[in-house]
T-cell receptor, first 114, second 115 residues
Framework: DTAVSQTPKYLVTQMGNDKSIKCEQNLGHDTMYWYKQDSKKFLKIMFSYNNKELIINETVPNRFSPKSPDKAHLNLHINSLELGDSAVYFC?????????????FGDGTRLSIL | AQTVTQSQPEMSVQEAETVTLSCTYDTSESDYYLFWYKQPPSRQMILVIRQEAYKQQNATENRFSVNFQKAAKSFSLKISDSQLGDAAMYFCAYRSVPGAQKLVFGQGTRLTINP
């Protein structure tokens, strides 16, 4: 009964390639997020969608394009991968209007750029 | 913009002892939520405890408790009777009540438990 699931868990690829990470939640939440955790373990919000609408875009390069086909899914596509994109990417979800409830995180996708 | 600061990159404690992890934050909002998340080597993000800013009473969850000082903008985590399974990165996080409700994280504290 995985609440927030991300695929793949590991992604190793060459510079310049394009890759996607998928995220699905079965909690019935209406808001989903992408966070990036860098090599120093710092976690920072990238994007957030509420009911398929983009509500947060935190100065992320436009090589990163999130897509939300429905409120249970939020995918992240990355074009022209660079060395600095190596990180762990976490998907999370929550229900809008319930700030006291924790965000539920996926297990993360470790992206390694060779 | 809100910021969260964890000034202790690493902490260690003997098993069964008590340890306190520090967190300070900066905000102009009066209503918000604060969280502590644990990230073990498995990489999962696990909620440890949460605090609502309008509640003066400090939150507790079994061996975990917080010292919330709203005026000082301080939110420390106390772990009592430390266990080997408590070894992890601990992140303090801030969340606004209105608005997009993203989490703003501190830099993290790596906690080591010595047997």
């Amino acid at each position: 009964d995985t609440a927030v699931s991300q695929t793949p868990k590991y992604l190793v690829t060459q510079m310049g390639n394009d890759k996607s990470i998928k995220c699905e939640q079965n909690l019935g939440h209406d808001t989903m997020y992408w966070y990036k955790q860098d090599s120093k373990k710092f976690l920072k919000i990238m994007f957030s969608y509420n009911n398929k609408e983009l509500i947060i875009n935190e100065t992320v390069p436009n090589r990163f394009s999130p897509k939300s086909p429905d409120k249970a899914h939020l995918n992240l596509h990355i074009n022209s991968l660079e060395l600095g994109d190596s990180a762990v990417y976490f998907c999370a979800s929550s229900q809008a209007g319930t700030a006291n409830q924790p965000q539920h995180f996926g297990d993360g996708t470790r992206l390694s750029i060779l | 913009a809100q910021t969260v600061t964890q000034s202790q990159p690493e902490m260690s404690v003997q098993e069964a002892e008590t340890v306190t992890l520090s967190c300070t934050y900066d905000t102009s909002e009066s209503d918000y939520y604060l969280f502590w998340y644990k990230q073990p080597p498995s990489r999962q993000m696990i909620l440890v405890i949460r605090q609502e800013a309008y509640k003066q009473q400090n939150a507790t969850e079994n061996r975990f408790s917080v010292n919330f000082q709203k005026a000082a903008k301080s939110f420390s985590l106390k772990i009592s009777d430390s266990q080997l399974g408590d070894a992890a990165m601990y992140f303090c996080a801030y969340r606004s009540v209105p608005g997009a409700q993203k989490l703003v994280f501190g830099q993290g504290t790596r906690l080591t438990i010595n047997p």
